[in-house]
């Protein structure tokens, strides 16, 4: 009996794990190569940006065309934010092994992955991927009592974000 339980927790560990790979690599294969709306205008700005030298009269923040230069230059810049997702949940799951049971985290990842916003945010160049990935790391360490690791990601969401100073810091 107990042998079984074992076998059948390994299992339904491995089964979730591999319903995170697969869903890792469906974001991964679904790309849209057209940027409308916000996305776009980050876009132009990023190539404005490294045609002029300057930096243009856009009304979203720099942060993220800033952060996605490499990904610019090596000519993938569409996955940047499928990039900054998968950091993010190995930034995660780093951060709250020690606090949440094996479990809950797969759990966790898995709601990220599936029943969020990312699945969309990760297709475009839009700005809520950085901002919210960068919150929630730094909101994870904050509940490990690591003010000083927290702090560059909460300014580097906010400062993505600026709208979000002020929740920040109720």
Known sequence: DRYMFKRTSLIDNLLQWMALAIGLVCLLLI????QIGEGG???DALEYLVRTHTFGDIKYSYVG??????????GI???????????GLLCLG??????????????FLLLLVFGSLFPFSTKEFYGETVSAVSLGIGAALLAKDAEVWAAPWLVIGAANTPAMVVPLTL
């Not at 790309?31 to 057209?34: A, F, G, K, L, M």
């Not at 810049?77 to 950091?87: A, K, P």
């Open 94 to 107: 780093r951060v709250l092994r020690p606090i949440l049971s094996s479990l809950e985290l797969r759990i």
């Open 41 to 43: 205008t980050r876009l």
């Open 77 to 87: 810049v569409t996955y940047f934010n499928f990039g900054v997702f998968c950091l």
């Open 65 to 74: 065309p800033l952060l996605a230069l490499p990904f610019y230059f090596l």
């Open 31 to 34: 790309r849209r190569s057209i």
